[in-house]
T-cell receptor, first 116, second 116 residues
């Protein structure tokens, strides 16, 4: 089955530690996105990538980093510089080179990160 | 810049009653509009989208939405809800032109709770 996988589903980390969240898609989609979800705030864009080896900051990129070495993979690292990292993180992708207009984003199941 | 406002953070309703979830948006350019549903601890699933043409859009699970350009609204409706419709619903917009790269701006979400 084609889709987006995120691992792990639940993640715990201690303050001061970096942690990497995995996002893999086998949909052959070009663009990929990372969102952070907090209660009552909707989804906020962290980073996005149109093509391999290229990515752009979203609205809340501070304290996060990404890489896009392969088309199907877009890992997110939550660094110790992120002051309030506890949240639900969602990865998404969209078909079409250059993100054809009107295509909807497909979402993974999410990773819930808790800082202890 | 775009913004989305979902006017109700929570909507309680009895089973088999009609429901309307309200969404207003602000944008200086033409937009595409989306409604997504999220069940607890899961990713988002597309309900419906408006790109152009008929302002009444039908989606999955019996939902529909109407685009009103003059009022910059995109309200979601269902004539008769089921217990299984209990979830959080998100309205989102994207730029219909330019170089938005499929980026979405989300509302804060509306939690729909269907009571027996």
């Amino acid at each position: 089955d084609g889709g987006i996988t995120q691992s792990p589903k639940y993640l715990f980390r201690k303050e001061g530690q970096n942690v990497t969240l995995s996002c893999e898609q086998n949909l052959n989609h070009d663009a990929m996105y990372w969102y952070r979800q907090d209660p009552g705030q909707g989804l906020r864009l962290i980073y996005y990538s149109q093509i391999v080896n290229d990515f752009q900051k979203g609205d809340i990129a501070e304290g996060y980093s990404v890489s896009r070495e392969k088309k199907e993979s877009f890992p997110l690292t939550v660094t110790s510089a992120q002051k309030n990292p506890t949240a639900f993180y969602l990865c998404a992708s969209i078909p079409g080179l250059g993100a054809q207009r009107g295509n909807e984003q497909f979402f993974g199941p999410g990773t819930r990160l808790t800082v202890l | 810049a775009q913004s989305v406002t979902q006017l109700d953070s929570q909507v309680p309703v009895f089973e088999e009653a009609p429901v309307e979830l309200r969404c207003n948006y602000s944008s200086s350019v033409s937009v595409y509009l989306f409604w997504y549903v999220q069940y607890p601890n899961q990713g988002l699933q597309l309900l419906l989208k408006y790109l152009s043409g008929s302002t009444l859009v039908k989606g999955i699970n019996g939902f529909e939405a109407e685009f009103n350009k003059s009022q910059t609204s995109f309200h979601l409706r269902k004539p008769s809800v089921h217990i299984s419709d209990t979830a959080e619903y998100f309205c989102a917009v994207s730029d219909a032109g330019g170089t938005s790269y499929g980026k979405l701006t989300f509302g804060q979400g509306t939690i729909l709770t269907v009571h027996p």
